[in-house]
């Protein structure tokens, strides 16, 4: 039987590990056979992390023991940067996050410059979100002030690292203690940038923003359309990007701010699910009607209900369409819903649910179901 694709088997690998210690030997800093057979004799039974964090550990015995020796090592090993000329989908290769976690390891203390000057080349090769929050915890004001120079540089990767660094909520990295109040006049920098791996980084920090603050995301988007630095198309497209977990949970504010009333008039609303019970396994046939009093584009999504394991429920919202609704025309939506078994990610359980059409936000009818 064939096996499955291995992230960190395709990331960290022979091929891979020889690729960086080339770097080294080819500028002279240590030989990469010693370095790879070490690594190699280390990795088969680590988990991706573990692997980041092990190759850190085998740089530093092969690297010169003082720090800022091995920062001018480092800095002479690297390949040219990313291409500047790309605008998105560039990340470079993980290989290079092994020395973000050196950097972490031996320059968090005393040797902040050169940490930083480090992090700013090693994240145009690829990115350091996740070590630079170290570096936010330890010492916020001076990370924050180099990120005021780093939100005007002329590579767009360093101007993401701004941004996806400070994330609040930034999938995988540590916490950090850094607020909006702090970081959101970056954010108004950086907005206007001309690339979209930059302005989706934006959007992605505001959407974790509206988790705690949503009226401070909305009163900020509503003034940079005001102001008018960045081309409405994609000031529109990052409005969408970053009010998406707003417009799932319905907040009223967010639905206004993209253009759907949250109290549009419906004349008829109507979901059903069939069969009423289902296996768990098996799918479930969603048909939505509705029809509107005017013209109004429509944002039209089903919520589920789910039994959780303490029996209690919690919803959980799926998209149905985005239309625009015509005055006194019946709209029909059906799609199936795949109540999967065995799933990593979700796990069913049996009992009553219960389905929701939710349209601009708003629950406009509902029906129960039996999952078992």
């Known amino acids: 039987m064939a096996q499955g694709f291995s992230l960190k088997d395709d990331l960290f690998n022979a091929t891979t590990v020889s690729r960086l210690?080339?770097?080294?030997?080819?500028?002279?800093?240590?030989?990469?056979?010693?370095?790879?057979?070490?690594?190699?004799?280390?990795?088969?039974?680590?988990?991706?992390?573990?692997?980041?964090?092990?190759?850190?550990?085998?740089?530093?015995?092969?690297?010169?023991?003082?720090?800022?020796?091995?920062?001018?090592?480092?800095?002479?090993?690297?390949?040219?940067?990313?291409d500047p000329t790309k605008t998105d989908d560039d990340f470079g290769h993980f290989i290079f996050a092994p020395l973000g976690v050196y950097v972490e390891n031996h320059g968090l203390e005393g040797h902040l410059s050169t940490s930083l000057d480090l992090l700013e080349a090693l994240t145009q090769r690829f990115s350091m979100e996740f070590s630079i929050r170290a570096f936010l915890n330890a010492h916020p004001d001076a990370t924050l002030s180099r990120m005021q120079d780093w939100a005007g540089h002329d590579h767009y990767h360093v101007r993401r690292l701004v941004s996806e660094g400070t994330r609040p909520k930034l999938p995988w990295g540590q916490g950090i203690g850094i607020g909006p109040d702090r970081t959101m006049d970056l954010l108004d920098r950086l907005h206007h940038d001309p690339t979209r791996f930059v302005t989706r980084s934006v959007a992605?920090?505001?959407?974790?923003?509206?988790?705690?603050?949503?009226?401070?995301?909305?009163?900020?988007?509503?003034?940079?359309?005001?102001?008018?630095?960045?081309?409405?198309?994609?000031?529109?497209?990052?409005?969408?990007?970053?009010?998406?977990?707003?417009?799932?949970?319905?907040?009223?504010?967010?639905m206004q701010q993209l253009g759907y009333a949250p109290d549009v008039a419906l004349s008829q609303a109507d979901i059903q699910i069939s069969p009423q019970a289902i296996t768990i396994g098996d799918a479930g046939q969603i048909a939505a009607t509705l029809c509107c009093n005017a013209d109004a584009p429509l944002i039209v999504d089903y919520v589920i209900d789910f039994v959780k394991s303490n029996g209690r429920t919690a919803p959980k919202v799926f998209k149905l369409k985005v239309l625009q609704a015509k005055a006194d025309v019946p709209i029909s939506i059906r799609k199936k819903h795949l109540f999967k078994k065995g799933a990593t990610t979700f796990t069913h359980y049996p009992g009553g649910h219960r389905v929701h059409l939710q349209v601009n936000g708003r629950k406009a009818a509902s029906t129960d179901f039996i999952l078992s």
């Not at 102001?227 to 907040?251: C, F, I, N, P, Y």
């Open 204 to 254: 992605n920090h505001l959407n974790d923003i509206t988790k705690s603050d949503p009226d401070l995301v909305l009163d900020r988007l509503g003034a940079w359309a005001k102001v008018g630095r960045q081309s409405q198309k994609e000031l529109d497209w990052m409005t969408r990007h970053a009010l998406r977990g707003l417009v799932k949970a319905g907040h009223p504010g967010a």
């Open 21 to 82: 210690g080339g770097y080294f030997e080819g500028a002279g800093v240590f030989a990469s056979a010693p370095f790879e057979a070490a690594v190699m004799a280390r990795m088969p039974p680590l988990e991706l992390k573990e692997r980041i964090n092990m190759i850190a550990e085998v740089l530093a015995d092969f690297l010169p023991p003082d720090f800022q020796a091995a920062a001018q090592a480092i800095h002479g090993a690297l390949p040219p940067p990313l």
